[in-house]
Antibody
Framework: QLQLQESGPGLVKPSETLSLTCTVSGVSISNNNYYWAWIRQPPGKGLEWIGTIYSSGTTYDSPSLKTRVSLSLDTSMNHLSLRLNSVTVADTAVYYC????????????WGQGTLVTVSS | QSVLTQPPSVSGAPGQSVTISCTGSRSNIGAGYNVHWYQQLPGEAPKLLIFADTNRPSGVPDRFSGSKSGNSASLIITGLQAEDEADYYCQSYDNRPNWVFGGGTKLTVL
């Protein structure tokens, strides 16, 4: 059964880089049948797509975040990585990862999410 | 400002039906891209409720259904129950293919 679990530091200082990991179990992330997406949700607000990475390493990034976002795969650890640089308080959010069988297919399952707070 | 437009809130009494609309444009829903719907309970991750416009994942009650026409989609919930009280989000794609979301609708069961 495919499962995803996000992890990373819960607190990041302004101007620093946020780094998160999404550990995948139940399937190899190098499996060409999956796309892997990152989504975030600021407290009390709606959902925002950050980007998607394919098993080949091809990425699709949100236009509003693409200058600060880097998505990657670590096939040896079977996890995805998200790096967001130059963070501000506006980047405080719960960060989720999700799996898709095709680029426009249903995102399922999602991880439980991890809260990242940007504060000095 | 969300790309897809949803009403901020809807309400209904137990047993009644409610419809949540999701309006986009010709570059997303109107272009034929899939629309997905999520239910989010407080403190939980979004749960996929409807995928590809009208399909229910295994385990989702048939009280939940989806439709799409033109630039808009709808989530219909019949036989409202107290546990349906949650936030609901629609999601589609543009041609990049970026994900686009609605701003979310809070459902209150009276």
């Amino acid at each position: 059964q495919l499962q995803l679990q996000e992890s990373g530091p819960g607190l990041v200082k302004p101007s620093e880089t946020l780094s998160l990991t999404c550990t995948v179990s139940g399937v190899s992330i190098s499996n060409n049948n999956y796309y892997w997406a990152w989504i975030r949700q600021p407290p009390g607000k709606g959902l925002e797509w950050i980007g998607t990475i394919y098993s080949s390493g091809t990425t699709y990034d949100s236009p509003s975040l693409k200058t600060r976002v880097s998505l990657s795969l670590d096939t040896s650890m079977n996890h995805l990585s998200l790096r967001l640089n130059s963070v501000t308080v506006a980047d405080t959010a719960v960060y989720y990862c999700a799996a898709q069988r095709n680029l426009f297919g249903e995102p399922q399952p999602w991880g439980q999410g991890t809260l990242v707070t940007v504060s000095s | 400002q969300s790309v897809l437009t949803q009403p901020p809130s809807v309400s209904g009494a137990p047993g009644q039906s409610v419809t949540i609309s999701c309006t986009g444009s010709r570059s997303n829903i109107g272009a034929g891209y899939n629309v997905h719907w999520y239910q989010q309970l407080p403190g939980e991750a979004p749960k996929l409720l409807i995928f590809a416009d009208t399909n229910r994942p295994s385990g989702v009650p048939d009280r939940f259904s989806g439709s799409k026409s033109g630039n808009s989609a709808s989530l219909i919930i019949t036989g409202l129950q107290a546990e349906d009280e949650a936030d609901y989000y629609c999601q589609s794609y543009d041609n990049r293919p970026n994900w686009v979301f609605g701003g979310g609708t809070k459902l209150t069961v009276l």
